[in-house]
């Protein structure tokens, strides 16, 4: 079975461009996490949806990110205008949720460099 | 406030060993916990899931003590493959919503 998919896996960019990250879910999960990873600051959770309705946006770091969940199959995480302070990786994860229950998958992770 | 402290490390043991982490949170009323590990440069993948009775699997056991609040993984016998960093996850919420928070990892480094 495919596991988390993230598109692009590498992305370089100059500081002022639009970045878009994109993920599709397990088939049949029903919870999907968008995460950064840093050295200074760990794995960090910027948004999760659950059934395609945002639940919990409190990560966001601030107006420039974006998430949207059209689907069940896809969601897309949007910085608008990048800056170098968003090199990070992002990665995707997506779950069954059931009460109290989240083993999550994550996908490969996308490496944002922003020059 | 939702707070996971893990102890950085590294753990520097050989082959053979016997070692164990620790992992402290603030309240939490989950049921489950969760040990992933992360390789370097890939993705944190599920390792175990804990729960009140604790978890074994082979070489490794997970342990919940929700008195003193803080989830342990034991690693027997330690083997080369098993150095990585071990992350642990913490669910905060509640009413059957609850959002993972991860610990910043502790990283084992198993050598001959």
């Known amino acids: 079975d495919a596991g988390v998919i993230q598109s692009p896996r590498h992305e370089v960019t100059e500081m002022g461009q639009e970045v878009t990250l994109r993920c599709k879910p397990i088939?049949?999960?029903?919870?999907l996490f968008w995460y950064r990873q840093t050295m200074m600051r760990g794995l960090e959770l910027l948004i999760y949806?659950?059934?395609?309705?945002?639940?919990?946006d409190s990560g966001m770091p601030e107006d420039r990110f974006s998430a949207k969940m059209p689907n069940a199959s896809f969601s897309t995480l949007k910085i608008q205008p990048s800056e170098p302070r968003d090199s990070a990786v992002y990665f995707c994860a997506s779950s069954l949720a059931g009460t109290g229950l989240y083993e999550q998958y994550f996908g490969p992770g996308t490496r944002l460099t922003v020059t | 406030r939702k707070e996971v402290e893990q102890d950085p490390g590294p753990f520097n043991v050989p082959e053979g060993a016997t070692v164990a982490f620790n992992c402290t949170y603030s309240n939490s009323a989950s049921q489950s916990f969760f040990w992933y590990r992360q390789d370097c440069r890939k993705e944190p993948k599920l390792l175990m899931s804990?729960?009140?009775s604790g978890n074994e699997d082979g070489r490794f056991t997970a342990q919940l003590n929700r008195a003193s609040q803080y989830i342990s993984l034991l690693i027997r016998d330690s083997k080369l493959s098993d150095s990585a960093t071990y992350l642990c996850v913490v669910p905060f919420g509640g009413g059957g919503s609850y959002i993972p928070t991860f610990g910043r990892g502790t990283s084992l480094i198993v050598h001959p």
């Open positions: 949806f659950n059934n395609n309705v945002p639940i919990d």
């Open positions: 804990v729960y009140s």
């Open positions: 088939s049949g999960h029903n919870s």
